[in-house]
């Protein structure tokens, strides 16, 4: 079956640890997307890409880092500049630059800070 | 620029009784407009689309919307709770700018679903 593959399930760093979420598909997309999920505040867009070698910043993108050199992958690494980086990340995709045909998500990877 | 607003954090149901969601947009086009639902620690699917065609849209496990442009509105209806509907609800709009959309997420709403 076709989905978006997202790991570890739950990740935990030290202070001053730069960690990476894993985010692999296989459904052709083009468009891949991070957000971040903090309660009672919906989702915050960080980074997207929308074609191999190339992504742009989101609204929330200080602290965070990403790469897009496979079609398929879509690897995000919270740095130590991130302040506040305890939250559930999300990474999702689509086809081509329109998200009129809505997002598809993974199950999402659980962050917190020890 | 666009934005969702859900009118209500929490929702609380008892089973059986009928499902509504509120969500109102701001938009400078035509919307697309979407739900989704995530239950805890999943991703989040799709429950339903709204695209420029019938302004009353069909999604899965029996929930609708309906959109009104002259309300700026787009509510999710349900006639009968189910105990496993209990989750968390997204309103969502499509932006677009220059050639590329990206969507924005309201707030959220929680539904409990009581016996």
Same mark, same amino acid.
């Given at each position: 079956d076709g989905g978006i593959t997202q790991s570890p399930k739950y990740l935990f760093r030290k202070e001053g640890q730069n960690v990476t979420l894993s985010c692999e598909q296989n459904? =052709?997309?083009d468009a891949m997307y991070w957000y971040r999920q903090d309660p009672g505040q919906g989702l915050r867009l960080i980074y997207y890409s929308q074609i191999v070698n190339d992504f742009q910043k989101g609204d929330i993108a200080e602290g965070y880092s990403v790469s897009r050199e496979k079609k398929e992958s879509f690897p995000l690494t919270v740095t130590?500049?991130?302040? =506040?980086?305890?939250a559930f990340y999300l990474c999702a995709s689509t086809s081509g630059g329109s998200s009129n045909y809505g997002y598809t998500f993974g199950s999402g990877t659980r962050l917190t800070v020890v | 620029a666009q934005s969702v607003t859900q009118l209500d954090s929490h929702v609380s149901v008892s089973e059986g009784t009928p499902v509504l969601l509120r969500c109102n947009y701001s938009s400078s086009y035509s919307p697309s407009l979407f739900w989704y639902v995530q239950h805890p620690n999943k991703g989040l699917q799709l429950l339903l689309k709204y695209?420029? !065609? !019938?302004?009353l849209v069909k999604g899965i496990n029996g929930f609708e919307a309906e959109f009104k442009k002259s309300e700026t509105s787009f509510h999710l209806t349900k006639p009968s709770a189910h105990m496993s509907d209990a989750a968390e609800y997204f309103c969502v709009v499509s932006e677009g700018s220059g050639g590329y959309n990206k969507l924005i997420f309201g707030a959220g709403t929680r539904l409990a679903v009581h016996p």
């Open positions: 459904l =052709n997309h130590s500049a991130q302040k =506040n980086p305890t | 695209t420029s !065609a !019938a302004t």
